[in-house]
């Protein structure tokens, strides 16, 4: 992962902002999401607005805005990614599979979308997909802003408010829902896997 705390060393005023910014947006896509972490960075701007090197009402307004504007972005990639999927082979078992994810993302585009920015793996994938899906674009943003927005605010204010002690909480938590969710996925995966073949002897 990149230490955050050496890349914003010695940078100070306006050009904070617009390295918290970039950063942000940089969380939302392959392969920079999956190296910067996204809650330390939060707690870490918290922390810098609790010590008077930012302003709090400031650099909430500058993260949450990259963070709302940036799965947009992602969402508006994955439109056109479409186009190259539908071009694949009919027959490929790329195309099929991401067939199928994008019909799950149509039936659960509102979670996927509030949540997806708490898992790096998800957070740079999940609004490239529901783009691609065509999900409506009105109810992505509505959902995606909601839970871009609580998931920074809450670290940047935990940050503020118990410095240090949070930020040792926010490593903790991105790893703490990845181990929740592998097993899940794989339990999924390997159920899908196994009732293939079944249906298939039922259909004969």
Same mark, same amino acid.
């Given at each position: 992962m990149v230490d955050i705390t050496a890349v914003l060393d010695g940078v100070h005023g306006p050009v904070l902002y617009a390295v918290f910014a970039a950063l942000t947006l940089l969380l939302f896509w392959i392969p920079t999401g999956m190296i910067i972490p996204g809650e330390p960075f939060f707690v870490l701007a918290g922390i810098l607005a609790a010590s008077g090197q930012v302003s709090l009402p400031l650099v909430l307004i500058v993260i949450i805005a990259s963070a709302i504007v940036s799965p947009i972005g992602a969402y508006a990639a994955g439109r056109r990614f479409d186009g190259w999927i539908s071009s694949r082979? #009919?027959?490929?078992?790329f195309r099929r599979l991401l067939t199928k994810g994008e019909a799950a993302l149509r039936r659960h585009g509102a979670p996927a979308a509030a949540f997806a920015c708490?898992?790096?793996f998800l957070r740079t994938t999940i609004p490239l997909m529901i783009g691609a899906s065509r999900y409506s674009f009105a109810r992505f943003v509505a959902f995606s802003a909601t839970g871009t927005t609580l998931?920074? #605010?809450?670290?940047?204010?935990?940050g503020y408010f118990a410095g240090p002690f949070f930020q040792k909480f926010a490593i903790y938590v991105g790893m703490g829902l990845l181990i929740l969710l592998v097993p899940l996925i794989l339990f999924k995966l390997i159920r899908r896997i196994v009732r293939g073949p079944a249906a298939k002897q039922t259909a004969q």
């Amino acid at each position: 992962m990149v230490d955050i705390t050496a890349v914003l060393d010695g940078v100070h005023g306006p050009v904070l902002y617009a390295v918290f910014a970039a950063l942000t947006l940089l969380l939302f896509w392959i392969p920079t999401g999956m190296i910067i972490p996204g809650e330390p960075f939060f707690v870490l701007a918290g922390i810098l607005a609790a010590s008077g090197q930012v302003s709090l009402p400031l650099v909430l307004i500058v993260i949450i805005a990259s963070a709302i504007v940036s799965p947009i972005g992602a969402y508006a990639a994955g439109r056109r990614f479409d186009g190259w999927i539908s071009s694949r082979p #009919a027959d490929s078992k790329f195309r099929r599979l991401l067939t199928k994810g994008e019909a799950a993302l149509r039936r659960h585009g509102a979670p996927a979308a509030a949540f997806a920015c708490w898992i790096p793996f998800l957070r740079t994938t999940i609004p490239l997909m529901i783009g691609a899906s065509r999900y409506s674009f009105a109810r992505f943003v509505a959902f995606s802003a909601t839970g871009t927005t609580l998931w920074s #605010a809450l670290f940047i204010i935990g940050g503020y408010f118990a410095g240090p002690f949070f930020q040792k909480f926010a490593i903790y938590v991105g790893m703490g829902l990845l181990i929740l969710l592998v097993p899940l996925i794989l339990f999924k995966l390997i159920r899908r896997i196994v009732r293939g073949p079944a249906a298939k002897q039922t259909a004969q």
